[in-house]
């Protein structure tokens, strides 16, 4: 059957000819796609549990979204960030409100995002310094575990080696804090250093949440380095863990808050929020872009963030979330390679003690999209929208997919020293 003009087979066969091949795909072409549900080019239907990797917020085809799109997309979708237009400022005036932030400058992705964020850092700490090259602090601190995007600096404080060697020499200057730990903190943290990124849940890393004594001796050494705590909430922002940010669970702020994935509702959009201090050393032409911030994905960004305040979608978040780790418990009595159940809101993983991606093409095939980030964690990443009709669903799939899945080894990455640390941290705790 052709879906608008073009064959599933068509499309496979271009992609395999034609496509740099830098994703493990699964050989399956979806077409559309409405709520929660994902359908192939067969007809097949997928529960979608993965939404796009944290960007489908509101589910697919949400009527909010569409209308606005379409609304928009008739208008002006791009004009240029040498003029304003009806978006951007309201759109920044309700993250701020969300946020606690003063200001914002959007991008197009989370990565670039990070990249705004590590610059706006150096020119704070310059700016505070004196203004010359050798008053910048260079140093930054990430988190063992950590995933930050793609691009050179963000790839420079994301830890994960496989990611990180093929491309070095990265940015130096950076350090990686053991999880948790605030006395390795405390070790690295010197007047040299000039930003510490913290994902206050871990994504990518596992679903790991920084606990309240590390966040706050981090707040307390970056106010007295004069350095700039930054929040990726890149993952775990706009609403994810029931809360507006995951930081919100602390009681300090940071001075920079990164979001990219659901901000627009699938369309490409990023946006750094900083204080006033930050803000303060920022003039036109020391940073900007193209793309980010068009009519168009900041109206569709203003309208997500409207829907979830209006649709009181975060007390739904956290109920559905109670909900979807009630079950993923008492799935853990009656398998036992399940480790543990965490996450926060809608934004959950699943330690197993053997490999996990055998599930998730299990899960595939019988219908269910998940992924497994680390080798062993289940990463469960459902829309805002989703319902306990869904996650009664999900969670019975899952089960047959648990029984029925053959058993692989034992793996070594269980053995990985960072993720060890991590334990032992998260034990002691
Ligand atoms: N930071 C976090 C916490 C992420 O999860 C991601 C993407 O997964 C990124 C940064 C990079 O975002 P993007 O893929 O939009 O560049």
């Known amino acids: 059957m052709g879906h608008g003009g073009v064959t599933a087979q068509a499309a496979l066969r271009d992609a395999h000819r034609f496509l740099l091949n830098t994703y493990k795909r699964a050989p399956i072409v979806f077409v559309r796609a409405k709520g929660c549900t994902i359908v192939d080019a067969d007809g097949k239907k997928y529960l979608d549990f993965l939404g796009g990797i944290a960007v489908n ?85 990430a988190l063992d575990n950590s995933f930050h995007g793609r691009t050179f600096g963000a790839l420079s404080i994301t830890s994960t080696r496989k990611y990180r060697e093929p491309f070095e020499p990265l940015l130096p200057g950076v350090q990686f804090v053991c999880f948790n730990d605030v006395a390795d903190l405390e070790a690295k943290f010197d007047a040299t250093i000039g930003a510490v990124v913290i994902e206050p849940l871990q994504g990518e890393g596992g679903i790991h949440a920084v606990s309240d004594a590390f966040w706050n001796r981090a707040r307390e050494l970056a106010t007295q380095h004069g350095a700039a705590l930054v929040a990726d909430e890149i993952q775990c922002g706009l609403g994810r863990t029931g809360r507006y940010f995951a930081y919100q669970r602390f009681a300090a702020r940071p001075d920079i808050v990164v979001v990219a994935k659901p901000l627009a509702g699938g369309l490409p959009l990023g946006a750094v929020l900083v204080n006033d201090a930050i803000a303060s050393a920022v003039s036109p032409g020391v940073h900007g872009t193209t793309f980010g911030g068009g009519p168009l994905t900041c109206a569709v960004a203003l309208e997500f963030l409207k829907t979830v305040d209006e649709e009181k979608l975060l007390g739904k978040i ?63 990443l459902p829309p805002f929208t989703v319902t306990s009709r869904e996650i009664g669903q999900f969670l019975s799939k899952l089960e047959t997919v648990f029984a029925k899945t053959p058993r692989t080894a034992l793996l070594p990455a269980m053995n990985s020293s960072a993720v060890a640390k991590a334990r032992a941290l998260a034990v002691a705790r």
Request: with cysteine.
């Open 57 to 141: 917020a509101l589910g697919h085809g949400h009527p909010r979204i569409v209308r606005t799109i379409r609304r928009e997309a008739g208008r002006a979708i791009h004009f240029s960030n040498l003029y304003h237009h009806l978006w951007q400022g309201p759109l920044g005036r309700k993250l701020a409100s969300w946020s606690g932030m003063d200001r914002v400058f959007f991008t197009n992705s989370g990565t670039e995002a990070i990249e705004g964020a590590l610059k706006l850092a150096r020119l704070y700490t310059r700016r505070q310094n004196g203004g010359s090259r050798a008053s910048g602090k260079p140093g930054i601190l």
């Open 318 to 380: 956290q109920e559905r979330g109670r909900e979807l780790r009630a079950g993923l418990i008492k799935l853990q009595r009656k398998f036992d390679f399940i480790r543990e159940v965490r996450g926060e809101g809608l934004m959950v993983g699943v330690e197993l003690s053997i490999e996990g991606a055998p599930f998730v093409t299990e899960a595939l095939r019988s219908g269910v999209l998940i992924n497994c980030t680390h080798d062993y964690v289940l990463r469960f």
